[in-house]
């Protein structure tokens, strides 16, 4: 029995002590952004979460990190220096170039994540350890700088004396401590000056970065900094509430429409931890999922997502949609494909003579590999192409197949209707996608579409009350500002985000119009056998007045 104050009551036996186990921020992305990290604090929006304490019964030994925790060869990590960052695949020799700095990541196999490294002569990671700063140091400062003068003086160290230590092997710590040592105005600035000062030149001189494992909140301030456009310009915490606010979990059976390049559909992925199903709607030839291949998901994720063509949406609802409608587009566009094939072996034989630097067939890489390589013997080159060509066809052929499958077993899941949420977040107009996605999902549930612009989400609003069948029909959009948190520094920055984009939020409902056409519906008649079922009331009898 607990008291007031938390405490166990005078009749709870004493308990023995239990292991803390910490659960890192990332794990409550949905409910609490990150903002920036400074040294000594931390700012966050949302419910604050930071940290979170679980009880466990039995005290484990400290054993070595786990394999989830290591980085390997071919895994997706995300490099971070300062507030840059960029997703990059593990691999052994390959030279991988960061912030006008090139080296290898042979060295970081086998760290954990969240290593720091520093970058050495040659491009090799050196581990780098965290040194103890001394407190009871006292710096040497200025009362403030009205005297110092900026006039490219004060450094006695100049460009070549830099390069030179540079030649020599001189790590960038040591080059600020002499920078620091032959500046004469660096003992008269202010303390914060000194700071500053040291922060700015260890940026430039220092090559440190930090391995990451990627994850929702780092993947999208990475698009958001660094290709907006690509995402719609959808800002980290919009795609949070975009998550919350459609009850993205486990166990969940989603639709998703995006051209977000993938980030929202690997958001819902990481969400629902590779349990249930996940449908996803695309435009064009193929899905885009740059963005959900950075996460690095393993394969049995990768079996619960299904894809199905959003030219093919109408004709499910309609009814008239077939497997013979994919098997002709898949027969069509192979048709295509040899004859484009063999018009561009035509070309290209004509112009072997005259230009070395002739195009290969788009679909031959392997044919032009080898042109470049015996330009002079064409009767060894043709039964080569040939074969390349007929293993493509036939490679091409079996995807085809693979692909048609998966979209008869998404057909399949949205013809039933029963899905638990919608997303929608596309650089198309809202209105006629929301209206037609709607129909396969079951009654309440929840529904999110985001947009970069608040008017096509007004005249969605405005479509969705004339139609009904839903309600907390909700626009909002987020406001976020970054804090600087530090000693005596803390203060909003001058610098935020102008907008992370609106987002249209409700729930579906059993609406008289949908009741009434059992087409629409499958569960309508579900719905009208449980009120057939229920009961009628009993009247009661008016006892009259006795005259």
Same mark, same amino acid.
């Given at each position: 029995?607990?008291?007031? /104050?938390?405490?166990?009551?005078?009749?709870?036996?004493?308990?023995?002590?239990?292991?803390?186990?910490?659960?890192?921020?990332?794990?409550?992305?949905?409910?609490?952004?990150?903002?920036?990290?400074?040294?000594?604090?931390?700012?966050?929006?949302?419910?604050?979460?930071?940290?979170?304490?679980?009880?466990?019964?039995?005290?484990?030994?400290?054993?070595?990190?786990?394999?989830?925790?290591?980085?390997?060869?071919?895994?997706?990590?995300?490099?971070?220096?300062?507030?840059?960052?960029?997703?990059?695949?593990?691999?052994?020799?390959?030279?991988?170039?960061?912030?006008?700095?090139?080296?290898?990541?042979? $060295?970081?196999?086998?760290?954990?994540?969240? /290593?720091?490294?520093?970058?050495?002569?040659?491009?090799?990671?050196?581990?780098?350890?965290?040194?103890?700063?001394?407190?009871?140091?006292?710096?040497?400062?200025?009362?403030?700088?009205?005297?110092?003068?900026?006039?490219?003086?004060?450094?006695?160290?100049?460009?070549?004396?830099?390069?030179?230590?540079?030649?020599?092997?001189?790590?960038?710590?040591?080059?600020?401590?002499?920078?620091?040592?032959?500046?004469?105005?660096?003992?008269?600035?202010?303390?914060?000056?000194?700071?500053?000062?040291?922060?700015?030149?260890?940026?430039?001189?220092?090559?440190?970065?930090?391995?990451?494992?990627?994850?929702?909140?780092?993947?999208?301030?990475?698009?958001?900094?660094?290709?907006?456009?690509?995402?719609?310009?959808?800002?980290?915490?919009?795609?949070?509430?975009?998550?919350?606010?459609?009850?993205?979990?486990?166990? $969940?059976?989603?639709?998703?429409?995006?051209?977000?390049?993938?980030?929202?559909?690997?958001?819902?992925?990481?969400?629902?931890?590779?349990?249930?199903? !996940?449908?996803?709607?695309?435009?064009?030839?193929?899905?885009?999922?740059?963005?959900?291949?950075?996460?690095?998901?393993?394969?049995?994720?990768?079996?619960?997502?299904?894809?199905?063509?959003?030219?093919?949406?109408?004709?499910?609802?309609?009814?008239?949609?077939?497997?013979?409608?994919?098997?002709?587009?898949?027969?069509?566009?192979?048709?295509?494909?040899?004859? $484009?094939?063999?018009?561009?072996?035509?070309?290209?034989?004509?112009?072997?003579?005259?230009?070395?630097?002739?195009?290969?067939?788009?679909?031959?890489?392997?044919?032009?590999?080898?042109?470049?390589?015996?330009?002079?013997?064409?009767?060894?080159?043709?039964?080569?192409?040939?074969?390349?060509?007929?293993?493509?066809?036939?490679?091409?052929?079996?995807?085809?197949?693979?692909?048609?499958?998966?979209?008869?077993?998404?057909?399949?899941?949205?013809?039933?209707?029963?899905?638990?949420?919608? !997303?929608?977040? /596309?650089?198309?107009?809202?209105?006629?996608?929301?209206?037609?996605?709607?129909?396969?999902?079951?009654?309440?549930?929840?529904?999110?579409?985001?947009?970069?612009?608040?008017?096509?989400?007004?005249?969605?609003?405005?479509?969705?009350?004339?139609?009904?069948?839903? !309600?907390?029909?909700?626009?909002?959009?987020?406001?976020?500002? $970054?804090?600087?948190?530090?000693?005596?520094?803390?203060?909003?920055?001058?610098?935020?985000?102008?907008?992370?984009?609106?987002?249209?939020?409700?729930?579906?409902?059993?609406?008289?119009?949908?009741?009434?056409?059992?087409?629409?519906?499958?569960?309508?008649?579900?719905?009208?056998?449980?009120?057939?079922?229920?009961?009628?009331?009993?009247?009661?009898?008016?006892?009259?007045?006795?005259?």
């Amino acid at each position: 029995m607990l008291g007031l /104050s938390g405490r166990p009551g005078p009749s709870e036996p004493s308990k023995p002590p239990q292991a803390k186990l910490r659960v890192p921020p990332e794990f409550f992305f949905g409910a609490a952004m990150t903002l920036k990290e400074a040294p000594g604090a931390r700012a966050e929006l949302g419910y604050g979460l930071e940290s979170m304490e679980v009880s466990t019964e039995q005290p484990s030994p400290q054993s070595p990190h786990p394999r989830d925790h290591c980085i390997h060869d071919g895994d997706f990590v995300v490099l971070k220096r300062e507030d840059v960052f960029k997703a990059v695949q593990v691999q052994r020799r390959k030279k991988v170039t960061f912030e006008k700095q090139w080296f290898y990541l042979d $060295n970081a196999i086998g760290h954990s994540y969240g /290593s720091t490294f520093e970058v050495s002569n040659g491009g090799s990671l050196q581990l780098k350890k965290k040194k103890e700063e001394p407190t009871s140091e006292t710096k040497e400062a200025g009362t403030d700088n009205r005297n110092i003068v900026d006039d490219g003086k004060s450094q006695k160290l100049t460009q070549d004396d830099i390069k030179a230590l540079k030649d020599k092997g001189i790590k960038g710590e040591e080059i600020v401590q002499q920078l620091i040592e032959n500046s004469t105005t660096f003992r008269d600035k202010t303390e914060f000056a000194q700071d500053k000062y040291i922060k700015k030149k260890k940026k430039k001189y220092e090559a440190i970065i930090t391995i990451l494992k990627p994850s929702t909140r780092i993947l999208s301030i990475m698009y958001y900094a660094r290709e907006p456009g690509k995402i719609n310009h959808m800002r980290y915490d919009t795609l949070a509430q975009m998550l919350t606010l459609g009850n993205i979990r486990a166990g $969940n059976k989603m639709i998703v429409m995006e051209t977000c390049s993938g980030l929202v559909l690997g958001a819902m992925m990481e969400r629902m931890g590779g349990f249930g199903s !996940i449908i996803q709607l695309y435009p064009g030839d193929g899905p885009v999922r740059a963005a959900t291949a950075c996460f690095g998901f393993p394969k049995s994720f990768l079996s619960a997502i299904y894809e199905f063509p959003l030219n093919k949406v109408n004709s499910l609802l309609n009814g008239t949609f077939s497997a013979e409608m994919l098997s002709s587009e898949a027969k069509d566009s192979t048709l295509v494909e040899e004859s $484009n094939g063999e018009h561009k072996e035509k070309q290209i034989s004509e112009q072997a003579n005259e230009d070395s630097m002739a195009e290969a067939p788009e679909s031959n890489p392997e044919g032009q590999r080898t042109m470049e390589i015996v330009p002079g013997e064409p009767e060894n080159k043709e039964p080569k192409e040939k074969g390349n060509k007929r293993d493509y066809i036939q490679e091409r052929q079996r995807r085809q197949e693979e692909q048609r499958k998966r979209h008869l077993e998404a057909a399949a899941l949205l013809a039933e209707r029963n899905a638990d949420g919608l !997303i929608v977040a /596309s650089r198309f107009h809202p209105t006629p996608l929301l209206l037609s996605l709607l129909d396969f999902v079951a009654p309440s549930r929840p529904f999110v579409v985001y947009c970069q612009y608040k008017e096509p989400l007004l005249e969605c609003y405005t479509k969705l009350r004339e139609r009904g069948g839903v !309600i907390n029909l909700r626009l909002s959009e987020t406001w976020l500002r $970054n804090y600087q948190v530090l000693p005596d520094r803390s203060h909003p920055k001058l610098l935020m985000s102008g907008g992370g984009g609106f987002l249209l939020s409700g729930f579906t409902v059993v609406s008289d119009s949908l009741r009434a056409d059992p087409s629409l519906k499958p569960w309508a008649s579900t719905v009208d056998s449980h009120e057939a079922e229920e009961p009628a009331a009993k009247k009661q009898k008016c006892v009259g007045s006795d005259s």
